[in-house]
């Protein structure tokens, strides 16, 4: 019987409780879930199991639109010009490379459609990822790391078209070559290279889709992430479990500075295909360990960056699941925020989260409580370095250095070159002052974590953070 041809209401009705049964077993349980209109994605991104709509079929760039990102252009044009050759079925939207401590790595972002039909494919997704890889390395020989991701039409912005990832892949040289022409299908490949994210919202569409038609060909990987958005099982979270419940709401743990020349460095609102890799080159680069306080929707589309970020040592911590003020919320919606974002990090890395640092720093009586109910303990900071309002990396660095002294924390963000270039100039400075930069689990077992009462904490909000006063 073919399902995608019947037009009845009974057989629209049996697709729906086939995709609800797909989406429960698909690869590995999400830990999330929303309500419709609670941080939801927009209507057109709701699953439709068929043809896909125009809205998500929509070119995300003018035809006379360059894809180079600007970064390195010679290198940038040779990689185009490769990929370019290889007649991928999706639209090649945006290349980059860029280069830190003598280290390159590229980002390659595709449209997730064939260009001539518009049909999603999951085999398209696969194959071109690998011919694009495989291009990519052979045209650019200093080329260390890529990051490659197929994208379709989200929601409007203030600034424009919100690119929704559906499939991403994180891969070194040195792992692609390891595999490299072994007769190994697309698929098997893929599996062999790390965290490969399979998008709910493009497999409800795929005809192909191996775990809903597993007679069409191989399943996924086990390496492969192709779980339920936790926007997807919001009212999960919206309730804290009875051994949360228990929790004393009335103070909230906070991070205290350390007594010896340690500075925390702090890096908020990733993971981001190829800022990531360059900032993980630089810390490798000068054996230094830091905190990246990731956004749960972030993690969920890049999770091979995630587990990279993880198994190179670094802390993640807790930055919300929709990056939300959470003085905005209630005290559930806020609740939600953090224990969805707790539970993809656990889900993706095995590891239980310490920290969490409110989108902003920003907060309220209510949110204190849901944070106080998590158990985790806040982190905050002591020099904000403004990256985010594109200012030069020498700028950044004299911010995060004016007055640093044992204790300090750090904050940076992963969106742009700059704050890379920054994160150099900043571990340098530290160095030498006589300051070893560190996660905020060793500046917390030199320093300490206590107690504070909520309204001493909403006295932050007026007066700055002083730890040492909140008493």
Request: charged share 20%; with cysteine; aromatic share 6%.
């Amino acid at each position: 019987m073919n399902l995608y041809g019947m037009n009845s209401k009974l057989s629209g009705l049996l697709i729906a409780l086939v995709g609800y049964s797909i989406a429960l077993v698909c690869c590995a349980l999400s830990p999330g879930a929303a309500d419709p209109g609670v941080a939801a994605r927009p209507s057109h991104i709701q699953a439709h199991f068929g043809t896909p709509p125009d809205e998500l079929l929509a070119p995300l760039a003018a035809p006379q639109a360059s894809v180079l990102k600007g970064y390195m252009p010679a290198q940038e044009r040779q990689l185009a010009q490769a990929l370019q050759q290889r007649q991928l079925h999706q639209r090649l939207l945006k290349v980059a490379v860029a280069e830190m401590v003598g280290r390159q790595m590229g980002l390659i972002k595709l449209q997730a459609s064939d260009r001539a039909s518009g049909v999603f494919r999951v085999v398209d997704l696969e194959s071109d990822a690998v011919a694009a890889l495989e291009s990519a390395f052979d045209a650019c020989p200093r080329l260390e790391h890529l990051d490659l991701w197929s994208v379709v039409p989200g929601e409007m912005a203030s600034y424009g078209q919100i690119n929704e990832p559906v499939f991403s892949v994180s891969v070194s040289r040195k792992a692609f070559e390891r595999y490299r022409g072994l007769g190994l299908s697309p698929r098997q490949m893929l599996g062999k290279l790390g965290s490969v994210r399979y998008a709910p919202l493009f497999l409800d569409y795929a005809a192909d889709n191996p775990v809903r038609l597993a007679s069409l060909g191989e399943p996924f990987p086990p390496t492969a992430f192709c779980a339920p958005d936790a926007s997807d099982r919001w009212t999960k979270y919206l309730t804290p479990s009875s051994a949360s419940g228990a929790l004393d709401i009335s103070g909230v743990r906070v991070l205290l500075p350390a007594n010896k020349p340690y500075v925390g460095i702090t890096i908020d609102d990733g993971p981001h295909p190829l800022i990531i890799p360059l900032m993980l080159a630089v810390l490798d680069h000068y054996d230094v360990k830091a905190t990246f306080f990731v956004v749960g929707r972030k993690a969920e589309q890049y999770p091979g960056l995630v587990r990279e970020m993880a198994q190179a040592g670094h802390e993640l911590g807790n930055h919300t699941y929709w990056h939300r003020r959470l003085s905005r919320l209630s005290e559930q919606e806020a609740g939600a925020e953090v224990r969805a974002c707790s539970a993809v990090i656990g889900t993706l890395t095995g590891r239980l989260v310490r920290y969490i640092r409110p989108p902003g720093g920003d907060f309220s009586r209510a949110s204190l409580r849901a944070i106080a109910r998590s158990g985790l303990t806040v982190a905050l900071w002591t020099h904000n370095t403004g990256d985010w309002h594109q200012v030069s990396p020498g700028q950044i660095a004299n911010r995060a250095l004016a007055g640093v002294k044992p204790g300090s924390i750090i904050l940076m963000h992963d969106g742009d070159l700059n704050s890379v270039k920054a994160l150099e100039l900043i571990i340098e400075g530290l160095q030498k002052r006589g300051l070893k930069p560190v996660t905020l689990s060793e500046l917390g077992r030199n320093g300490g974590v206590q107690r504070f009462s909520i309204e001493a904490m909403m006295n932050y909000l007026a007066t700055g953070w002083q730890p040492a006063q909140l008493r």
